[in-house]
């Protein structure tokens, strides 16, 4: 029998064992949930031990555990990691659901529950091509390990630590991401960059505590008024960021990388209306969706300053404050860019008051491919070969710290090779997963274990 | 008996007076206070009866009474009109008081109590001052009417549509206010000048909820960030409000208005000190006393936007807010100023957004005295001869409603004549009134009810 037979007669088997897993409530973000997180990590060691894996085992870390297994008989094959994560988001507000969120139920070809897309879907896929493989032809042509994780949700803080002191047990040629996403149900793509992130905090600092704007207004300096300022000299008006040496590390966009996003569809209209944004906007010379996976960013993400109640105190506020994040591009450092930040602020506070600006909790490094990245290609083989045309090359917005910890830590740029979708609810009420993809997932899985033995 | 040995005489009946008014809880902003306000209403009528005064009443408004009374046997002399309030501040917190707010006691020469400067030793004054001319006289060389009222200390809202359904009952040929300061207890002062107040909130929206800064950053406008490039086009960085038309309609200081001015004396090291600014500040081309009486200024009272708890949020708000007030000049316009401002925002509002604004509550037109005013003379003298010292001429940065309120409905510039400090906690706890100051200050207005006659 061939792998392929195998997954088609053993899938309705899967779908049942994928109901038993989203029906553990694994939420890491609150504490009561913690014997169900660890009871996933069980369900996930004795699975991949079913499958064939060998040395599954539940390992602890400062938080939530995590489980590895490995199948080392390919002499002289790579080494390919497979990661993926077992925690889920809450599930709250448990209202709004369809059907109860851990209690699984199949309609319209999809499964219903809470991690049935985001990560439990995702993760068990290479776990079932690993088994086909290995039940029906004894073997495998490569070599693997299995790392899945159950602090994701959470953003994985006591991760790095884990990664840092069992870098042997880790070690591998690549690295595939089983959590990510696919293009369209019909479309693959492959994701070669996230951005960084860098957090902080203005503070501007005026009077001792708040003054009557009657007896000191024209008197003393405003911090409200001063941190407006402040933000203005951060970014013109049409969308750049006038923060000297603010681009200076950022990687030009290629004609090639250009070409490549330019032919991904794109409605603006659609996107407007998605978000609400009365019109369009950004940084000049760039398409929005260059500058939304590929420009780095400056956005305020909150301001604080006196009265805001309602109606009106006629106060000189103590002082003001703007949380901001930046968004950032290879080969740019969330320390550099923070440094720049800080001394432009220094340099550009207006008489008067007083402006300091602190890091924020928040950081990441950005993420690139490199070009010609070999599990990239390999990645984009299987995925044509799996949909019938090649994947969009694209980027996302967004951070993923557990890419940049096995970046820094194995020395491997991680591939996303995952099969859900951002219409699935991932956060929401009512995920879902697509069971036609769950079986697709498998033979991509598959292809891509057999290609990389090759 | 001269009416100045009288008043020799009965002071320490007199202070007796004012323990008692001062025992009454005549706090205005507290609901379960209101009979005692009346009860101070009751007070004062009956105090105005035995000082000789006729046709004492106590008199409805919307909200806290009013006490109105007069003498008017004075044929072809002019009337005057005397206001004053008899509702005092909340006194919390009590346990900051040396002894109980509303257990008057003498100390130091002072008598300490909650309203006992503000406004009750201030409004008493008059009504000894006439009782003493009645007494021993027989009669006043004036018409004098009394117009004391309950709700100062919140604004006086009831006030304006009493005024104006009463201006018959209130009618006269001057108004002095015995609510008010002087410079210090040795230097007098002739109040000229009040500012006005618009208050306004500036409104930018962007997406229709918080949106990920990752997802949509660079792809959409940031609220938070048009908000401050808003707000630093409306003032430059040295503190010249830039908003077209703005200082069109404000009187120029007169080369006198500024030498009156600068003959005052003035430490810019205990100004900073005082209010804990790290550095002098403001509009160029003026002194910063010029500034706080005699030009308009532009402040933020409050920020709101997005995320404003610890750490980080990375989202790009909804919204972003900002609180601001005007303090105008005359011939300011508050209607105007607001027009100006919402047209500046409409013509100034960032790509990507849309920005609103609107009236706050809080609004007062400018008050300056016309130059050459002759109850303002009269003032000037009477203090001239009681201080052995010609006043300062001074103005204010706030402004007081009740004076605008006069200005309108009865056509005249009340001219504040008042002998408080305001180093006497008027708004805090310890406040106290100086009790030799209480005796000059009925000096001052039966020399003052003496000359209006003259």
Chains 1, 2 share one sequence.
């Not at 490995?70 to 448990?94: K, M, N, S």
């Not at 991401?177 to 600092?205: C, F, H, N, T, Y």
């Not at 794109?266 to 906007?281: I, K, M, Q, R, V």
């Not at 740019?332 to 909790?361: C, K, M, Y």
Request: proline residues 8%; negative net charge; charged residues 20%.
């Amino acid at each position: 029998m061939t792998w392929e037979a195998y997954l088609d007669r053993e899938q309705p088997r899967f779908i049942k064992e994928l109901v038993d897993f989203v029906a553990i409530p694994s939420v890491s973000a609150i504490p009561a949930n913690i014997p169900d997180v660890v009871r996933a990590a069980d369900w996930v060691a004795a699975r991949l031990t079913a499958a064939g894996a060998e040395h599954a085992q539940v390992l602890p870390t400062a938080g939530h555990p995590v489980v590895c297994a490995d199948w080392l008989h390919a002499p002289d094959a790579p080494t390919v990691l497979i990661y993926g994560h077992f925690d889920v988001q809450p599930a709250e507000p448990f209202d709004l659901w369809t059907s109860p969120p851990f209690q699984p139920e199949i309609r319209e070809g999809r499964l219903w529950g809470r991690g049935a897309s985001d990560d439990k879907g995702g993760m068990l896929i290479p776990i079932l091509a690993f088994e086909a493989l290995v039940k029906t032809t004894g073997r495998l042509p490569v070599n693997v390990k299995f790392f899945f994780e159950g602090q994701e949700e959470i953003g994985s803080p006591d991760l790095p630590p884990f990664v840092a002191a069992n870098t042997d047990l880790l070690k591998a040629d690549m690295i595939f991401s089983a959590d990510g996403l696919q293009w369209s149900p019909d479309v693959p793509m492959v994701v070669e960059g996230l951005k960084g992130l860098v957090s902080l905090e203005i503070i501007v600092k005026g009077p001792r505590s708040d003054q009557h704007s009657g007896l000191h207004g024209g008197g003393i300096a405003n911090p409200g008024m001063a941190l407006g300022q402040i933000l203005a000299s951060l970014k013109s008006v049409d969308g750049l960021v006038t923060v000297a040496g603010f681009y200076d590390d950022v990687r030009p966009l290629t004609e090639a990388d250009r070409e490549a996003i330019a032919r991904i569809p794109y409605d603006e209209a659609a996107y407007l209306a998605e978000t609400g944004a009365p019109a369009p906007f950004g940084e000049p010379g760039y398409t929005r969706r260059e500058r939304l996976w590929a420009r780095p960013t400056l956005d305020v993400n909150g301001l604080t300053s006196g009265w805001q109640g309602a109606g009106t105190k006629t106060v000189l506020p103590v002082e003001a404050k703007a949380k901001i994040n930046c968004r950032l591009v290879a080969d740019q450092s969330p320390e550099r860019v923070f440094d720049l930040i800080a001394a432009h602020v220094a340099a550009h506070a207006p008489p008067g008051v007083t402006a300091e600006v602190t890091r924020n909790p928040g950081r990441a490094d950005p993420f690139l491919l490199p070009s010609g990245h070999n599990a990239t290609g390999l990645a984009a083989q299987v995925l044509t070969e799996v949909y019938g045309r090649a994947p969009y090359r694209t980027r996302l917005g967004g951070s993923i710290p557990v890419m940049t910890t096995l970046l820094e830590h194995l020395g491997l740029h991680a591939v996303m090779f995952g099969f859900s979708h951002d219409d699935e609810n991932l956060h929401a009420p009512n995920e879902f997963f697509r069971l036609d993809v769950f079986r697709k997932g498998q033979t991509a899985y598959g292809r891509l274990l057999e290609r990389l033995g090759a």
